[in-house]
T-cell receptor, first 113, second 115 residues
Framework: DAGVIQSPRHEVTEMGQEVTLRCKPI?????LFWYRQTMMRGLELLIY????????DSGMPEDRFSAKMPNASFSTLKIQPSEPRDSAVYFC???????????FGPGTRLTVL | DAKTTQPPSMDCAEGRAANLPCNHS???????VYWYRQIHSQGPQYIIH???NNETNEMASLIITEDRKSSTLILPHATLRDTAVYYC????????????????FGTGTRLTIIP
Protein backbone atom coordinates (compact mmCIF):
# COMPACT_ATOMS: atom_id res chain seq x y z
CA ASP A 1 0.00 0.00 0.00
CA ALA A 2 1.23 3.49 -0.83
CA GLY A 3 0.18 4.88 2.50
CA VAL A 4 -1.73 8.11 2.96
CA ILE A 5 -1.26 10.36 -0.06
CA GLN A 6 -1.43 14.13 0.17
CA SER A 7 -1.24 16.74 -2.54
CA PRO A 8 0.24 19.13 -3.17
CA ARG A 9 3.35 18.65 -1.03
CA HIS A 10 4.09 22.36 -1.12
CA GLU A 11 1.78 25.28 -1.80
CA VAL A 12 2.66 28.95 -1.96
CA THR A 13 -0.18 31.38 -2.43
CA GLU A 14 -1.09 34.97 -1.82
CA MET A 15 -3.37 36.24 0.88
CA GLY A 16 -7.00 36.10 -0.18
CA GLN A 17 -6.62 33.17 -2.53
CA GLU A 18 -8.49 29.90 -2.16
CA VAL A 19 -6.40 26.89 -1.19
CA THR A 20 -7.46 23.26 -1.53
CA LEU A 21 -5.50 20.46 0.09
CA ARG A 22 -6.18 16.88 -0.88
CA CYS A 23 -5.88 13.55 0.85
CA LYS A 24 -6.28 9.94 -0.17
CA PRO A 25 -6.49 7.63 2.86
CA ILE A 26 -5.22 4.08 3.02
CA UNK A 27 -7.63 1.74 1.29
CA UNK A 28 -9.99 0.13 3.78
CA UNK A 29 -9.54 2.76 6.45
CA UNK A 30 -12.78 4.42 7.46
CA UNK A 31 -11.53 7.18 9.74
CA LEU A 32 -9.77 10.23 8.36
CA PHE A 33 -8.15 13.07 10.26
CA TRP A 34 -6.86 16.53 9.30
CA TYR A 35 -4.17 18.08 11.51
CA ARG A 36 -2.27 21.36 11.36
CA GLN A 37 1.24 21.89 12.73
CA THR A 38 2.89 25.22 13.50
CA MET A 39 5.80 26.18 15.68
CA MET A 40 3.55 28.21 17.94
CA ARG A 41 0.67 25.80 18.42
CA GLY A 42 2.22 22.42 17.72
CA LEU A 43 0.15 19.64 16.18
CA GLU A 44 -3.60 20.27 16.34
CA LEU A 45 -6.53 18.19 15.17
CA LEU A 46 -8.81 20.21 12.90
CA ILE A 47 -11.50 17.69 12.01
CA TYR A 48 -12.06 13.99 11.66
CA UNK A 49 -14.44 11.83 9.69
CA UNK A 50 -15.80 8.38 10.29
CA UNK A 51 -17.33 6.58 7.30
CA UNK A 52 -17.23 9.89 5.39
CA UNK A 53 -19.26 11.70 8.07
CA UNK A 54 -17.67 14.56 10.04
CA UNK A 55 -17.59 13.51 13.69
CA UNK A 56 -15.69 16.30 15.38
CA ASP A 57 -14.90 19.64 13.76
CA SER A 58 -14.27 21.54 16.96
CA GLY A 59 -10.68 22.19 15.91
CA MET A 60 -11.58 24.00 12.71
CA PRO A 61 -10.36 27.53 13.39
CA GLU A 62 -13.08 29.53 11.67
CA ASP A 63 -15.53 29.65 8.81
CA ARG A 64 -12.75 30.17 6.30
CA PHE A 65 -11.90 26.49 6.76
CA SER A 66 -14.04 23.70 5.38
CA ALA A 67 -13.48 19.98 4.89
CA LYS A 68 -15.31 17.42 2.85
CA MET A 69 -15.13 13.69 2.32
CA PRO A 70 -17.28 12.85 -0.70
CA ASN A 71 -16.24 9.20 -0.70
CA ALA A 72 -14.11 6.75 1.22
CA SER A 73 -11.01 7.41 -0.85
CA PHE A 74 -10.83 11.18 -0.98
CA SER A 75 -10.99 14.21 1.27
CA THR A 76 -10.32 17.92 0.83
CA LEU A 77 -9.50 20.74 3.20
CA LYS A 78 -10.29 24.15 1.78
CA ILE A 79 -9.27 27.57 3.03
CA GLN A 80 -11.09 30.54 1.53
CA PRO A 81 -9.85 33.23 1.77
CA SER A 82 -6.37 32.29 2.94
CA GLU A 83 -4.40 34.46 5.37
CA PRO A 84 -0.69 34.52 6.30
CA ARG A 85 -1.49 33.02 9.71
CA ASP A 86 -2.74 29.89 7.92
CA SER A 87 0.84 29.09 6.96
CA ALA A 88 1.58 25.68 8.42
CA VAL A 89 2.11 22.02 7.60
CA TYR A 90 -1.20 20.24 7.16
CA PHE A 91 -1.25 16.51 7.79
CA CYS A 92 -3.87 13.99 6.84
CA UNK A 93 -4.09 10.68 8.69
CA UNK A 94 -6.27 7.61 8.40
CA UNK A 95 -7.09 4.60 10.52
CA UNK A 96 -9.51 1.79 10.89
CA UNK A 97 -12.47 3.06 12.89
CA UNK A 98 -11.56 2.67 16.53
CA UNK A 99 -8.09 1.54 15.55
CA UNK A 100 -5.10 2.17 17.74
CA UNK A 101 -2.80 3.40 15.02
CA UNK A 102 -3.25 6.47 12.90
CA UNK A 103 -1.21 6.52 9.71
CA PHE A 104 -0.03 9.96 8.71
CA GLY A 105 0.67 11.30 5.27
CA PRO A 106 3.77 13.31 4.38
CA GLY A 107 1.99 16.62 4.87
CA THR A 108 1.39 19.72 2.77
CA ARG A 109 3.52 22.73 3.58
CA LEU A 110 1.37 25.82 2.99
CA THR A 111 2.83 29.30 2.77
CA VAL A 112 0.46 32.24 2.46
CA LEU A 113 2.23 35.46 1.52
CA ASP B 1 -8.44 13.14 27.89
CA ALA B 2 -5.77 13.34 30.59
CA LYS B 3 -2.84 15.69 30.07
CA THR B 4 0.73 14.45 29.86
CA THR B 5 4.04 15.98 30.91
CA GLN B 6 7.31 15.18 29.17
CA PRO B 7 10.82 16.65 29.38
CA PRO B 8 11.41 19.00 26.43
CA SER B 9 14.63 17.37 25.33
CA MET B 10 16.97 14.44 25.95
CA ASP B 11 20.22 13.12 24.55
CA CYS B 12 21.24 9.48 24.25
CA ALA B 13 24.41 7.85 22.96
CA GLU B 14 24.08 5.72 19.88
CA GLY B 15 23.72 2.04 20.77
CA ARG B 16 22.51 2.73 24.28
CA ALA B 17 18.95 2.40 25.55
CA ALA B 18 16.90 5.58 25.37
CA ASN B 19 14.41 5.93 28.22
CA LEU B 20 11.76 8.57 27.67
CA PRO B 21 9.56 9.40 30.68
CA CYS B 22 5.98 10.64 30.68
CA ASN B 23 3.78 11.73 33.56
CA HIS B 24 0.01 11.34 33.29
CA SER B 25 -1.10 11.65 36.89
CA UNK B 26 -4.75 12.37 36.02
CA UNK B 27 -5.20 9.34 33.81
CA UNK B 28 -8.57 7.61 34.07
CA UNK B 29 -9.21 3.92 34.31
CA UNK B 30 -10.41 3.66 30.72
CA UNK B 31 -7.52 5.60 29.19
CA UNK B 32 -4.63 4.09 27.29
CA VAL B 33 -1.13 5.50 26.90
CA TYR B 34 0.03 5.96 23.31
CA TRP B 35 3.44 6.89 21.97
CA TYR B 36 4.08 8.47 18.58
CA ARG B 37 7.22 10.00 17.16
CA GLN B 38 7.86 12.58 14.48
CA ILE B 39 11.06 12.54 12.54
CA HIS B 40 11.98 15.90 11.06
CA SER B 41 9.75 16.94 8.14
CA GLN B 42 7.68 13.76 8.31
CA GLY B 43 4.26 12.92 9.66
CA PRO B 44 3.98 11.36 13.12
CA GLN B 45 4.47 7.61 13.38
CA TYR B 46 2.77 5.28 15.84
CA ILE B 47 5.14 3.41 18.14
CA ILE B 48 3.24 1.54 20.82
CA HIS B 49 0.34 1.74 23.26
CA UNK B 50 -0.71 0.13 26.53
CA UNK B 51 -3.23 0.14 29.35
CA UNK B 52 -1.53 -1.19 32.46
CA ASN B 53 0.69 -4.07 31.47
CA ASN B 54 4.12 -3.60 30.00
CA GLU B 55 4.15 -3.89 26.24
CA THR B 56 6.87 -4.65 23.72
CA ASN B 57 6.97 -4.62 19.95
CA GLU B 58 9.65 -4.50 17.29
CA MET B 59 10.21 -0.80 17.83
CA ALA B 60 10.11 -0.26 21.57
CA SER B 61 8.99 -1.27 25.04
CA LEU B 62 6.45 0.56 27.18
CA ILE B 63 6.66 0.37 30.94
CA ILE B 64 3.63 1.67 32.85
CA THR B 65 3.82 2.10 36.61
CA GLU B 66 1.42 0.15 38.78
CA ASP B 67 -0.57 3.27 39.68
CA ARG B 68 -0.57 4.20 35.97
CA LYS B 69 0.44 7.77 36.74
CA SER B 70 3.59 7.58 34.66
CA SER B 71 5.21 5.54 31.93
CA THR B 72 8.53 5.11 30.17
CA LEU B 73 9.17 4.42 26.52
CA ILE B 74 12.33 2.42 25.98
CA LEU B 75 14.22 2.26 22.70
CA PRO B 76 16.59 -0.60 23.51
CA HIS B 77 19.44 0.18 21.10
CA ALA B 78 19.10 3.72 19.85
CA THR B 79 20.35 4.58 16.38
CA LEU B 80 20.79 7.93 14.67
CA ARG B 81 17.50 7.32 12.87
CA ASP B 82 15.71 7.44 16.22
CA THR B 83 16.40 11.17 16.49
CA ALA B 84 12.89 12.63 16.59
CA VAL B 85 10.24 14.28 18.73
CA TYR B 86 8.45 11.68 20.86
CA TYR B 87 4.87 12.29 21.95
CA CYS B 88 3.15 10.62 24.88
CA UNK B 89 -0.65 10.76 24.52
CA UNK B 90 -3.47 9.53 26.69
CA UNK B 91 -6.71 8.54 25.04
CA UNK B 92 -9.83 6.79 26.21
CA UNK B 93 -10.42 3.20 25.16
CA UNK B 94 -12.85 3.02 22.28
CA UNK B 95 -15.71 0.67 22.95
CA UNK B 96 -17.31 1.16 19.60
CA UNK B 97 -16.51 2.36 16.16
CA UNK B 98 -17.96 5.72 17.03
CA UNK B 99 -15.99 6.66 20.07
CA UNK B 100 -13.75 9.68 20.35
CA UNK B 101 -10.75 8.89 18.21
CA UNK B 102 -8.99 12.20 18.79
CA UNK B 103 -5.29 12.22 19.55
CA UNK B 104 -4.20 15.32 21.46
CA PHE B 105 -0.51 15.98 20.88
CA GLY B 106 1.48 17.92 23.47
CA THR B 107 4.94 19.38 22.96
CA GLY B 108 6.74 16.04 23.26
CA THR B 109 10.39 15.24 23.97
CA ARG B 110 13.01 16.05 21.40
CA LEU B 111 15.37 13.05 21.51
CA THR B 112 18.79 13.47 19.97
CA ILE B 113 20.96 10.41 19.43
CA ILE B 114 24.62 11.26 19.74
CA PRO B 115 27.10 9.32 17.54
Amino acid sequence: DAGVIQSPRHEVTEMGQEVTLRCKPISGHNSLFWYRQTMMRGLELLIYFNNNVPIDDSGMPEDRFSAKMPNASFSTLKIQPSEPRDSAVYFCASSLAGGNEQFFGPGTRLTVL
Amino acid sequence: DAKTTQPPSMDCAEGRAANLPCNHSTISGNEYVYWYRQIHSQGPQYIIHGLKNNETNEMASLIITEDRKSSTLILPHATLRDTAVYYCIVRAYLISNFGNEKLTFGTGTRLTIIP
